[in-house]
């Protein structure tokens, strides 16, 4: 019914991922899958072009009741459309986090290895970054990542304000369990540090996994959150700059949106014609058949990695499709990006770039068809 395995060209659309590299290069780099978006969102976005005219848009509230839909539906999260702000991407979103609650020479507390765009948040505003790095345990060639809540703990300073959260994870591709929620969100409030949950993974669930949002395990919680969302990754519409920040406080909410005012701009047309069609439930079945189809491309990484990197290290990801391998048993005198793209001829993230404890890794980016996947598991190993 959905045809995951088709090929479809992307050089011609302006697409970053298609157009950084020379065009031998196989791009498994960017967060943005290679499949075509489900019917009802291409139908929404058809007819708003087919009008003909481009004006000023308006959100209307049923966008946000139809978020308020949602986290009822997936979690029994009961929010209200007051709580939701609009806002055009989720990197937008944290930074405006940083500048609601922070104050120059402030602290931002970070997970690393994680998203880069979170280490960036403190340099882009006079802040300090705090680290709470993860913990890495191994089983054979498995990686496991946790979160080392006495660490956390330390790492949480005086002028600590604002504690980024990655949740699911990138680029590991954890999904945090109850008791690492809890621990994290109780030294926060000790510490009165507001809590800003980026889950924008939070329905690239793999292998039957589930998610939580951080703020729906208490109110007290809930109190002291910034949750950002979207339907972009999920539903393959990320370059249309359509996401949601959930924040049940009321003062802090208006600090928030003092912090955006005549600054960040609206959503555009296009993004609340996708983000409404995309929330519904018309996607439903498409989103089923991609996530069976992701956890098969992650068995197929896995399985690979297995059998033709022997000295490669892997996570096993419970969301996103993204696959955080350590190469540096293979002792390269490169960073392994680097190496790889001029000897693979694919594009993949290096790890440095996620901060410390992503030195000698790759991010794979499994969002592609299998028969694509399985070519640039070929070159890398080739390569290798
Ligand atoms: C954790 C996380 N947050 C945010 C983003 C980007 O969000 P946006 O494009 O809405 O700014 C990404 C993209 O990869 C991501 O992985």
Same mark, same amino acid.
């Given at each position: 019914?959905?045809?995951?395995?088709?090929?479809?060209?992307?050089?011609?659309?302006?697409?970053?991922?298609?157009?950084?590299?020379?065009?031998?290069?196989?791009?498994?780099?960017?967060?943005?899958?290679?499949?075509?978006?489900?019917?009802?969102?291409?139908?929404?976005?058809?007819?708003?072009?087919?009008?003909?005219?481009?004006?000023?848009?308006?959100?209307?509230?049923?966008?946000?009741?139809?978020?308020?839909?949602?986290?009822?539906?997936?979690?029994?999260?009961?929010?209200?459309?007051?709580?939701?702000?609009?806002?055009?991407?989720?990197?937008?979103?944290?930074?405006?986090?940083?500048?609601?609650?922070?104050?120059?020479?402030?602290?931002?507390?970070?997970?690393?290895?994680?998203?880069?765009?979170?280490?960036?948040?403190?340099?882009?505003?006079?802040?300090?970054?705090?680290?709470?790095?993860?913990?890495?345990?191994?089983?054979?060639?498995?990686?496991?990542?946790?979160?080392?809540?006495?660490?956390?703990?330390?790492?949480?300073?005086?002028?600590?304000?604002?504690?980024?959260?990655?949740?699911?994870?990138?680029?590991?591709?954890?999904?945090?369990?109850?008791?690492?929620?809890?621990?994290?969100?109780?030294?926060?409030?000790?510490?009165?540090?507001?809590?800003?949950?980026?889950?924008?993974?939070?329905?690239?669930?793999?292998?039957?996994?589930?998610?939580?949002?951080?703020?729906?395990?208490?109110?007290?919680?809930?109190?002291?959150?910034?949750?950002?969302?979207?339907?972009?990754?999920?539903?393959?519409?990320?370059?249309?700059?359509?996401?949601?920040?959930?924040?049940?406080?009321?003062?802090?909410?208006?600090?928030?949106?003092? !912090?955006?005012?005549?600054?960040?701009?609206?959503?555009? #047309?296009?993004? =609340?014609?996708?983000?409404? $069609?995309? /929330?519904?439930? +018309?996607?439903?079945?498409?989103?089923?058949?991609?996530?069976?189809?992701?956890?098969?491309?992650?068995?197929?990484?896995?399985?690979?990695?297995?059998?033709?990197?022997?000295?490669?290290?892997?996570?096993?990801?419970? !969301?996103?499709?993204?696959?955080?391998?350590?190469?540096? #048993?293979?002792? =390269?005198?490169?960073?392994? $990006?680097? /190496?790889?793209? +001029?000897?693979?001829?694919?594009?993949?993230?290096?790890?440095?770039?996620?901060?410390?404890?992503?030195?000698?890794?790759?991010?794979?980016?499994?969002?592609?068809?299998?028969?694509?996947?399985?070519?640039?598991?070929?070159?890398?190993?080739?390569?290798?």
């Amino acid at each position: 019914m959905f045809n995951f395995d088709e090929i479809i060209e992307r050089r011609t659309t302006r697409s970053i991922k298609w157009g950084l590299f020379a065009p031998d290069v196989l791009p498994m780099w960017v967060a943005d899958m290679d499949f075509r978006v489900p019917a009802a969102i291409e139908t929404a976005l058809q007819e708003r072009v087919s009008h003909g005219i481009f004006g000023y848009d308006f959100l209307f509230a049923d966008l946000q009741e139809r978020v308020c839909e949602r986290m009822a539906r997936l979690y029994q999260w009961k929010i209200t459309p007051a709580d939701v702000v609009l806002i055009p991407g989720l990197v937008v979103g944290f930074n405006v986090a940083a500048r609601a609650v922070c104050q120059a020479g402030d602290g931002v507390l970070v997970q690393p290895p994680v998203y880069h765009p979170m280490l960036h948040v403190a340099g882009n505003q006079q802040l300090e970054n705090h680290f709470a790095p993860l913990q890495k345990t191994q089983t054979g060639r498995i990686l496991h990542y946790q979160v080392d809540l006495p660490a956390f703990a330390q790492a949480i300073r005086p002028n600590t304000r604002l504690f980024l959260l990655c949740h699911p994870h990138n680029p590991v591709g954890r999904i945090w369990n109850q008791s690492e929620l809890h621990g994290m969100a109780e030294y926060c409030i000790q510490n009165n540090v507001i809590i800003c949950s980026d889950e924008i993974h939070s329905e690239l669930l793999l292998d039957g996994h589930t998610h939580t949002p951080l703020a729906a395990l208490a109110p007290e919680i809930a109190d002291q959150t910034i949750t950002l969302i979207a339907p972009s990754k999920t539903f393959n519409i990320p370059g249309l700059d359509c996401g949601f920040a959930i924040i049940q406080n009321p003062t802090l909410r208006k600090r928030y949106e003092q !912090a955006m005012a005549g600054l960040v701009p609206h959503v555009v #047309g296009m993004g =609340l014609t996708a983000g409404y $069609a995309a /929330f519904g439930t +018309e996607t439903d079945a498409w989103l089923k058949a991609l996530l069976a189809y992701l956890s098969e491309n992650a068995r197929v990484v896995r399985e690979f990695v297995e059998q033709r990197l022997p000295k490669a290290n892997y996570t096993i990801p419970e !969301a996103t499709y993204l696959a955080w391998l350590d190469l540096s #048993g293979y002792a =390269l005198d490169m960073p392994a $990006a680097k /190496f790889l793209l +001029e000897k693979a001829k694919v594009g993949l993230n290096d790890g440095a770039m996620f901060g410390l404890g992503g030195e000698g890794f790759v991010r794979l980016n499994f969002g592609c068809p299998r028969a694509v996947l399985l070519e640039g598991l070929e070159r890398i190993a080739n390569a290798l």
